[in-house]
C-alpha cells in the first residue's frame, strides 16, 4: 500500500454508490462522491504549494465539506490538524505558529478575526464553509477528482491534536498513520461495526471522540452516520429511529434521559450505545438501562493514546468501570513515585503501550520524555485499579484536569490569566460537580485592591474559549494552603461540591 491510512479508510470507496452520510435535510452523500471531493480538494492543496508533511491548521464548522478535508489532507501526506471551532482568535494563533502550519483553514464568518492570526505564523489562508463555498473550496471546484495519493509510511505523522498541560501550555500530540489506523481495526471489530450500521454522530469533528473513533470507524467497515451538525436532543429524539448506534459524551445521556420523548420503543431497535471521553456516573448507566433496556458500553482513551479500554460487547458492561485493555494494548497500574507495576487491586497511576500510543509531543522533547517512557509506556495521569476480572476502573486524577462535558480544561491556563488581571492577587480554579457537564469551572479569586468583575469576565471572554471561562466566581480573603504554603485545592472542591447541584 503506498497510503496505509488513505488506501484503507477512503481510496478504496471510489466508486461505491453506498450512502456514507445522511444530512439533517434529507439529502445523502456516497462514499464515491465523498472520495471525489477529496481528491479534488487534495488537487487544490497540492496546487497551492503544499508537500508531505506540511501541518493545515482547520478551525471549520462541522460538515461533510469539513470530513473531505480531512481526507484530502489524509491523501496528500498532509498532517491534519483540527481546532476546537470555540477557540478564540489568541487560543489559535498559539497552535497555528506553534505548529509551524503551511495553510489555516477557517470559516468565512471568522477570516477578518482570523487573518492577522495567519500572516503572524506565516500561514497561508483559506476558507472553505459548511456548505463548500470558500476560496478552498473555489480552488478545489476547478480541480479534477482524480489525485495522484501521497506515498506514506505506518509511522509517517497523519494528524497533529493539541491538549492542554499542566503548566498551562498546549502540546502537539503527533499520531502517525497506524495509531489511528491500528485503533480503528480493533475498534470495529470489538464492536462489531459493519456495512449495515448507521452511526447516529452528533459529536465534534476536531477531536479524537468524533473524529478518529466514531468517523474512521465507519470509514473502515463501509458503513453510514448520519452527521448533525452538534448535539441538539430534538434531532437525536428525530434520527434514532434511522440509527444502529450512538457514541457520546455522558452529557448526551444525561439529556437524553431528561426528556420523556426518550423512550424504550424509539430505540428498541438499535445495536449499541457508547459512551466515552468523561465518567459516565453508574447512576445514569442504570437509569438508561431502566428506561431503555440498553447497557451503555463505555470506553477509555486519550488523545495521545486513542482508545486504551473498553467494555464487552457480548459480556457483562460493567457500570462504573471502563472495561478491559483493548486488544494488542497492555495496560498496567503503576506507583504513582517509582513507576513500579502494583499488585492487582491497588490504586495507581495507568500506563499503557500499543501500536495506539503516539510519537510524541510537537517539538516537545522533554515533555515527551516526561511521559512517554523509553519503553513505551505512556504515562497517562489517570489513577485506577484492575479488579480481579481484569476490568479496569478509573478512580481519579493524577494531574490537574476538570473535564467539563467531554472537554479537557486545564486549570492552570486559566489561572494564568485571572491572576495576570488587576485587581487579582491570586486565584484557583477548581472543577465541581455540574448536573449537565459532570463537571464545572469555578474560579476562587483573592483580591488585590480593587477588582472590576465585568472587566475581569470582559477579559475572560476575550482571550478563553467559552467552555473553559468559569460558570461561578467566588471572592476569598485567602486560599486555603498546606503546612507546605500548597493551595489545598481538595478543599475547595469540598467545599463549593454543591455549587450547581
Ligand atoms: C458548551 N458550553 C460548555 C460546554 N459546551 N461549557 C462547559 N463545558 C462544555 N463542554 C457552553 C458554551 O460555550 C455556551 O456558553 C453554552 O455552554 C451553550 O453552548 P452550546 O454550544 O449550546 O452547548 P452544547 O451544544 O449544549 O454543548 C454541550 C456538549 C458539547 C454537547 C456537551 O460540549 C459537546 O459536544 N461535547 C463533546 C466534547 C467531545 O467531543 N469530547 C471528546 C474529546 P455561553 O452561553 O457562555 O456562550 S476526545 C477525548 O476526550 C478522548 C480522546 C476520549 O476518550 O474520547
Ligand atoms: P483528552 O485529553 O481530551 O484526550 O482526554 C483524555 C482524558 O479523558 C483521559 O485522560 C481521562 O482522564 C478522560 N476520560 C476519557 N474517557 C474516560 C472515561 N470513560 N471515564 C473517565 N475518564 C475518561
Known sequence: MTNPLYDTLFGRHAGNEAVFLFLPDGTTISYATFVEQAGRLANALAGAGLVPGDRVAVQIAKSHHALALYAACVQAGLVFLPLNTAYTADEVSYFVSNSGAALFVCDGGTRANLASVAEDAGARLEVLNADGSGSLGDLAAAQSSEFLTAARSD????????????????????????????????????????DEDVLLHALPIFHTHGLFVATNIALLTGGAMILLPKLDTDQLIEWLPKSTAMMGVPTFYTRLLG??????????????????????????????????GHRILERYGMTETNMNTSNPYDGDRRAGTVGFALPGVELKVCDPVTGATLPQGEIGVIEVRGPNVFLGYWQMPDKTAAELREDGFFITGDL??????????????????????????????????????????????????????GESVVAVLVRDGDLDQDLLAATVKESLAAFKRPKAYVVLDALPRNTMGKVQKNVLRETYADMFT
Not at 420523556?260 to 442504570?286: Q, W, Y
Not at 476490568?391 to 467539563?404: A, E, F, Q
Request: net charge negative; aromatic share 8%.
Open 384 to 437: 485506577g485499579t484492575i479488579d480481579a476480572d481484569g476490568y479496569v476502573t478509573i478512580v481519579g486524577r493524577n494531574k490537574d484536569l476538570i473535564i467539563s462535558g467531554g472537554y479537557n480544561i486545564y486549570p492552570k491556563e486559566i489561572e494564568l490569566l485571572l491572576d495576570d488581571q488587576p485587581g487579582v492577587l491570586e486565584s484557583a480554579v477548581i472543577g465541581v460537580p455540574h448536573p449537565d457537564f
Open 155 to 194: 509511522s509517517d505523522l497523519a494528524a497533529m491534536l493539541y491538549t492542554s498541560g499542566t503548566t498551562g501550555r498546549s502540546k502537539g500530540a503527533m499520531l502517525s498513520q497506524m495509531n489511528l489506523l491500528s485503533n480503528a481495526q480493533v475498534l470495529a471489530d470489538y464492536w462489531h461495526f459493519t
Open 259 to 292: 426528556g420523556d420523548r426518550f423512550t424504550g420503543d424509539l430505540v428498541r431497535h438499535m445495536r449499541l450505545f457508547i459512551s466515552g471521553s468523561a465518567p459516565l456516573l453508574a447512576e445514569t448507566h442504570k437509569q438508561f438501562e431502566a428506561r431503555t
